[in-house]
Nanobody, 123 residues
C-alpha cells in the first residue's frame, strides 16, 4: 500500500513562488527515483524534474531550468519542488511519481506509482 500524496499547490501571480510537497507512505525500498510532472488540458503529461535518492542526482527539464529545484528531506520520505519566478505557462496539475527500479530521469512512461496531483495556477 505505497501511496504518494501531493500538497502545496495554489494560486499565485506571475513572478511568485510556491513549494510543492510529496509525502511517501508505507515506504519499503532502500533506493528509488522520484519525479515531478505536470499536465494541462490539451497537452500530454510533461516532466518537470527528477531526483535519485542513492546519489542525490537531479534531472531538470529545460522548460523550468533555473527556476525550479527538486529536493528531499533528511528522512527521504518527502519530495519537494521549489518553484520560483512562476509564469502563466506553469499553470497545471502537478503530480509526483516514483520508479522503484534502477531508472531515473524524465520519461513519464518509466514511473510506477503516481499521486493524485495538486493544482498550480499562475496569473
Amino acid at each position: 500500500h505505497v501511496q504518494l500524496v501531493e500538497s502545496g499547490g495554489g494560486s499565485v501571480q506571475a513572478g511568485g513562488s510556491l513549494r510543492l510537497s510529496c509525502e511517501i507512505s508505507l515506504y519499503i525500498y532502500s533506493s528509488y527515483c522520484m519525479g515531478w510532472f505536470r499536465e494541462t488540458p490539451g497537452k500530454e503529461r510533461a516532466a518537470v524534474a527528477a531526483h535519485y535518492t542513492g546519489t542525490a542526482t537531479k534531472y531538470v527539464a529545460v522548460s523550468v531550468k533555473g527556476r525550479f529545484d527538486i529536493s528531499q528531506d533528511n528522512a527521504k520520505t518527502t519530495l519537494f519542488l521549489q518553484m520560483n519566478n512562476l509564469k502563466p505557462e506553469d499553470t497545471a496539475i502537478y503530480y509526483c511519481a516514483a520508479n522503484w527500479g534502477t531508472y531515473c530521469g524524465l520519461s513519464r512512461y518509466a514511473y510506477d506509482t503516481w499521486g493524485q496531483g495538486t493544482q498550480v495556477t499562475v496569473s
